[in-house]
Every structure is written in structure tokens, then in C-alpha cells.
């Protein structure tokens, strides 16, 4: 089962920030709290959440200002931000969150389910995020263990073997497969039936002997 996402929210007022947490702690996540915007940068370069809850209104920094902080930071521009606001709920206000690289804005008053089903949505993408960078990690990973044939390679003109970089013959399918991944199947060409199998040439080779003579 997916891991539960770390959450820490971010409120000056005190019971909002504390029914926040114990709402969402209720519902299973791991919650951390912070009051002011320079406590927030702390717990987020110590804890790394997931997800942000961030007040607008800050006493010591103005909440739009401290997301575009985080968005441009290498550290946190990964970690989801949803900005809340019992003041600034304007049109104009949502549009300047999500401009300043908030990834969703809600307007309070809130009720828990409301906010339960914003974090849950949150959460999926989230999830789905983690899914995909774990993907494109084995598929890294499964590129560097392709082996490739480069360079010129010393074979013999008459028996077709291959000198490997240890000075051994070997034939070309041996020496290919310890250097591809690909595997072989035998069969044989028109000319070697014919030269091998004269008398069953046409037969092996589905050619109608009376229509072509």
C-alpha cells in the first residue's frame, strides 16, 4: 500500500492551524505544524513534507512570496503547495497563488470534508508522481545494463569466428550474445539449402518443380 503523505501546515492563527492538524492527523497523515513563514522554511529543509498548507497572511512573510521561495528553490520545488485564505479570496487573489507556483488555492470557511477531499486529491497525484519517477529510475537503470557492440572487430575470413579483447575465437553468435541481448534461432539461406540439399532445394523451399520447368 502507498505510503501516506507528509503533511505540514502552516497557519499564525492557532486554532485554525491546530483543528487543521488534528483533522487531518485523524485521517491518518503524518502532520507537522509551523506558525510563522521562517519556521515553515525550517521544518520543510528538516522534515521534507510532501504536501504544504500555507496561510496567505503571515506575520513575518506575506504566504504568495514564500511559495514563489519554495517553487524556485532546488530543495522544495518538489513539495505541493495549497494555499488557504479567509481574506485574500478574490478571483484576482487565486489567480496571483497559482501564479506565484501554488498548485491548488481554497477559500476558508472550510469544511473538514472539503478540505479531507482536497488533500486527498493531492495525495493521488502525488502518488502518481512517485510512481513515475520510480518507472523512469528502472528504465535508467535498465538502459545502463544494455550492452552494445561498438569498435572494429577481428574475424576470420574463412571460419567467420570473432577475436574477443582477450585474444579467444569465438563464433559470431557466442560472441554476440555475451555482448547484446540478442539471442539466436538457425535456419538456413536459399543458397545453402541449394548447396547442401540440391535434391530437396525446391521442396524445402515450397518451389513447385513442375511449374518451373
Not at 528538516?46 to 498548507?53: A, S
Not at 487565486?94 to 486529491?121: F, I, Q
Request: glycine residues 6%.
Amino acid at each position: 500500500m502507498d505510503e501516506k503523505i507528509r503533511i505540514l501546515v502552516v497557519d499564525d492563527t492557532d486554532a485554525l492551524r491546530m483543528g487543521t492538524a488534528r483533522v487531518l492527523r485523524q485521517a491518518g497523515y503524518a502532520v507537522e505544524e509551523a506558525a510563522t513563514g521562517r519556521e515553515c522554511l525550517e521544518k520543510i529543509r528538516r522534515t521534507k513534507p510532501d504536501l504544504l498548507l500555507l496561510d496567505v497572511n503571515l506575520p513575518d512573510m506575506n504566504g504568495f512570496e514564500l511559495c514563489r521561495l519554495l517553487k524556485n528553490d532546488p530543495h522544495s520545488e518538489r513539495v505541493y503547495v495549497m494555499m488557504l485564505s479567509a481574506s485574500r479570496t478574490s478571483s484576482d487573489d487565486r489567480s496571483e497563488g497559482l501564479e506565484m507556483g501554488a498548485d491548488g488555492y481554497m477559500t476558508r470557511p472550510l469544511s473538514n470534508r472539503e478540505l479531507l477531499a482536497a488533500v486527498r486529491a493531492m495525495e493521488r497525484i502525488i502518488h502518481a508522481e512517485r510512481q513515475r519517477d520510480q518507472l523512469i529510475k528502472q528504465l535508467r537503470e535498465a538502459l545502463a545494463n544494455i550492452k552494445v557492440l561498438r569498435g572494429l572487430l577481428p574475424i576470420c575470413c574463412h571460419c567467420k569466428k570473432i577475436r574477443d579483447d582477450k585474444g579467444y575465437w569465438k563464433a559470431v553468435e557466442e560472441y554476440i550474445r555475451e555482448h547484446s541481448e540478442v539471442e539466436f534461432s538457425h535456419g538456413l539461406c536459399p543458397e545453402c539449402v541449394r548447396k547442401l540439399y540440391p535434391e530437396y532445394a525446391d521442396k524445402i523451399l515450397g518451389i513447385d518443380a513442375s511449374a518451373s520447368s
